[in-house]
């Protein structure tokens, strides 16, 4: 089992960056594709990125592509999310998950388990 702690959401300007951080317990942290995963009012749920377990590969949602970067430390149990060139349409909690067999990333329902979320605002 693995809990994960999210941080670094907040209110940022449009065109402006934020680092999010999952950090992760537990001593089999590689053993986990790591995504993140973001939730805006009124709306589903909806991929963002995701990385394979030796951090080797990475996945993008379309609408994140060449803005955000999701990196991995096993060493730190650690995961993050560097989000640029910031938009209103970002504004969502984000969560991180954890997903312990398979490939497939894109799907949330396949995670086996979730942080809490952290509030991403953009203002215009």
């Known amino acids: 089992q693995v809990q994960l702690v999210e941080s670094g959401g907040g209110l940022v300007q449009a065109g402006g960056s934020l680092r999010l951080s999952c950090a992760a317990s537990g001593r089999t942290f590689d053993s986990y594709i790591m995504g993140w995963f973001r939730q805006a009012p009124g709306k589903e749920r909806e991929f963002v990125a995701a990385i394979n377990r030796g951090g080797t590969n990475t996945y993008y949602a379309d609408s994140v592509k060449g803005r955000f970067t999701i990196s991995r430390d096993n060493a730190k149990n650690m995961v993050s999310l560097q989000m640029n060139s910031l938009k209103p349409e970002d504004t969502a909690v984000y969560y991180c998950?954890?997903?312990?067999?398979?490939?497939?990333?894109?799907?949330?329902?396949?995670?086996?388990?979730w942080g809490q979320g952290t509030q991403v605002t953009v203002s215009s």
């Open positions: 998950a954890a997903r312990l067999r398979g490939t497939y990333v894109y799907s949330g329902s396949t995670y086996d388990y």
